[in-house]
């Protein structure tokens, strides 16, 4: 049997555009992820369609895979022939234990690369707007565990050298040991005043920022119940954070989104959303099975008026299918329309003109092409049916754990359709709970999602003044 190969992989901080080109690739020809609870789930999305995923932190019925039984897997996949990835929060150098695991797969001769990643302590203070170094405020930088495995977890460190011979130091992980940090900086010659900055999920919409001294910077996260995962940064460097703080400035910032998906590809809306400063969910993940050529409709294509297109991936299947079957496209005489703007555009994009469906007025020899989703709604037309779409259970969980971790403020319903899976797929199973729904503020983008979220007896919050990436940033950001 042909042994496989093992990618240990700094997944980054947390924003999903700060993993590496080479991080992304190996996710995406992965055969199996080993991913922690500080890899942004959201990565997982880039994985083929199949490929298992095994979450090594905490799960409700046992406790935190250990290193060992880790270990022990990545030997076992990687013998078995797979691509196998072990998706590591921040840097795997970095407090990662890759170390470890890199002894255990050369012990077993199984070929394996170590793919560095942002680490967090570098990360979050700069998007806290803050540099790890600076001319006029510090040179030298250190990065420090602050539990470890000495009594009480407290950190065994030289502290005479840290007080007194580095200008900036990032703790990671030290929440619970602050006062222990500070009590211990002071006494070996850290000023009592020294500025100090706690961040919380760094790099996310929802990080938390809390600033003090090494003198009060204890009690004050004590009065918040400050939590890791968090970074402690120590310095004068942290002054600079008033004229530079950008990214808690960006429109979005602070708005968690729960985004219902319809399509299986990447979201556009969802991507302007992030780089606007958002957190998106999106839910639930579509798995997509291509269907056989319908040779029976291809066949009296030319004698349709009109054809409707209900999503962009059915232009592109419908399409691709004519050429397949060498039909020629000038064999279509019908007018074309879209269910969407965006399936509109997408046959646009095929050098076809295409109006929406709300010009549709004759019903009479239309061809309704879409997926099996969509032939619910029109039992009563010819229809192609291009594809199969079911919803990817095994992504399940993992939305579940982004829902948990997450403050959902927002919840995003683009169109009519996604009304429907999110309150079939989400609410009446349980997924979404009703309570989000009543604190949480929901944007429909036009009248239809707005008169069908009516239909289940919920009221839009917010409908943007145009069904547009632009209209809905607009409407949000007011």
Not at 4 to 14: D, E, I, M, N, T
Not at 318 to 327: E, P, S
Not at 344 to 368: C, F, P, Q, W, Y
């Amino acid at each position: 049997m042909k042994t496989g190969k093992v990618y240990l992989v700094g997944a980054g901080p947390g924003d999903v555009g700060l993993i590496t080109v080479k991080g992304m690739e190996a996710i995406k020809q992965a055969d199996v992820i080993l991913y922690d609870r500080l890899a942004n789930p959201k990565l997982l999305e880039y994985a083929p369609a199949g490929c298992e995923l095994i979450y090594c932190g905490k799960l409700p019925d046992r406790h935190v895979l250990r290193q060992e039984a880790i270990n022990s897997l990545l030997v076992e996949k990687g013998l078995q022939g797979n691509v196998v990835v072990r998706l590591k929060g921040g840097d795997p150098g970095v407090f990662g234990r890759v170390g470890e695991e890199a002894a255990a797969l050369a012990e077993h001769s199984i070929p394996y690369e170590m793919v560095p990643g942002i680490t967090s302590g570098i990360a979050a203070p700069l998007y806290a707007g803050i540099p790890v170094t600076h001319r006029e405020f510090g040179e030298s930088f250190a990065i420090i565990t602050a539990h470890d495995k000495s009594k009480e977890g407290q950190p065994n460190l030289n502290w005479a050298s840290l007080a007194t011979g580095i200008d900036t130091i990032a703790f990671y992980m030290g929440i619970s040991n602050l006062p222990y940090i500070s009590e211990n900086l002071i006494k070996h010659g850290k000023p009592a005043d020294t500025p100090v900055i706690l961040v919380r999920w760094g790099t996310f919409s929802r990080q938390q920022t809390l600033e003090g001294t090494l003198e009060n910077i204890a009690e004050k996260a004590k009065k918040v119940n400050f939590k890791n995962p968090a970074i402690t940064l120590v310095g004068d460097i942290v002054s600079v954070r008033k004229r530079l703080s950008w990214f808690e400035q960006k429109p979005l910032f602070g708005r968690q989104i729960l985004l219902a998906r319809t399509g299986t590809n990447e979201s556009p809306l969802a991507k302007e959303l992030i780089n606007q400063g958002a957190d998106v969910i999106e839910f639930p993940r579509w798995t997509r099975t291509k269907m056989p050529v319908n040779a029976e409709i291809l066949d009296k294509i030319s004698s349709y008026k009109n054809i409707l297109f209900t999503s962009p991936e059915s232009v592109t299947e419908f399409f691709g299918d004519l050429l397949d079957q060498r039909i020629d496209i000038r064999s279509i005489t019908a007018t074309l329309f879209g269910e969407s703007t965006k399936s509109v555009n997408a046959i646009h994009e095929k050098g076809l003109l295409a109006r929406h469906l709300d010009e549709l007025n004759e019903l009479e020899h239309l061809l309704v092409v879409g997926d099996n989703y969509k032939q619910q709604q029109y039992v009563q037309r010819d229809f192609y049916l291009t594809s199969y779409k079911k919803v990817d259970e095994s992504f399940l969980p993992l939305i579940a754990r982004m829902l948990d971790e997450a403050q959902v403020n927002t919840i995003l319903l683009p169109s009519s359709g996604a009304v429907k899976v999110f309150m079939e797929e989400g609410v009446d199973k349980g997924f979404v709970g009703k309570e989000l729904l009543e604190k949480a503020q929901i944007v429909c983008l036009g009248d239809k999602s707005k008169a069908s979220l009516q239909e289940f007896s919920y009221q839009a919050d917010l409908v943007p003044e145009t069904p547009s990436k632009e209209g809905v940033i607009n409407c949000l950001r007011k």
